[in-house]
């Protein structure tokens, strides 16, 4: 499977992009996490950029919104923030699950890649993962599996293995204890220095929080 292929089946995601993935009535651990024991140090929070304003983005990799984030704000601040080192950029895994079916392995694989490819201070190759994840929506397993063997240098057969035993359960779980303590009841939730943006699928908005909080 190759990138082109991936990135054609978008389309469905952007109608919607705007409504957010909320939880409806608060949010409720997911029946896969239930019972997992959350292990907030078991990988190290994927970041990006070492600038003093800190920008902490909350997702469901299957949310619509989530991948809207992905497609069109994420560059704008990769491109205008992260590669000057004008802010530091923090994943957390929010899964509420947006797809019942395939919030959590997307995120659990993501964790993987970054496991077999990353340090406790460099996110390997995770974010270029969980883009391309992105992009092709809600990949069944078979397809996360593949988009690793595609588009990294990781050995896909670790990604094969996380999913089969839910290896980065423990993880995911931590992150949603530590999102809903945080009052996060949506996804994307974008946090500048801790004060929540207002919309944030939008680039310009969260530059200027940044801009004005250095």
């Not at 990353?118 to 190759?125: A, N």
């Not at 050995?155 to 839910?166: G, H, K, M, R, Y």
């Not at 980065?168 to 303590?181: C, E, H, K, Q, S």
Request: net charge negative.
């Amino acid at each position: 499977m190759n990138r082109r292929s991936f990135l054609t089946v978008t389309a469905a995601t952007g109608s919607v992009a705007l409504a957010g993935c909320s939880a409806l009535f608060g949010a409720s651990l997911p029946d896969e996490l239930d019972g997992v024991d959350s292990d907030p140090d078991q990988l190290p929070t994927p970041t990006v950029g070492s600038g003093t304003v800190s920008i902490d983005v909350y997702e469901d990799l299957a949310c619509p919104s989530c991948q809207e984030f992905q497609a069109a704000v994420f560059p704008e601040l990769e491109a205008r923030l992260l590669e000057d080192d004008g802010a530091t950029y923090r994943h957390h895994d929010f899964p509420l699950p947006a797809d019942e079916e395939r919030s959590i392995p997307m995120a659990n694989a993501a964790r993987a890649v970054q496991s077999a490819s990353g340090t406790e201070d460099d996110p390997g190759e995770f974010f270029g993962y969980k883009r391309f994840a992105m992009d092709a929506g809600t990949p069944s397993d078979e397809e996360l599996v593949e988009i690793a063997d595609a588009e990294t240098d990781v050995d896909p057969s670790v990604v094969e293995n996380a999913l089969e035993e839910n290896t980065y359960y423990p993880t995911l779980a931590a992150g949603w204890v530590d999102a809903d303590d945080r009052g996060v009841d949506r996804t994307p939730t974008v946090f500048v220095d801790d004060e929540e943006v207002e919309d944030p699928l939008d680039a310009d908005e969260i530059i200027t929080m940044v801009e004005d909080t250095v």
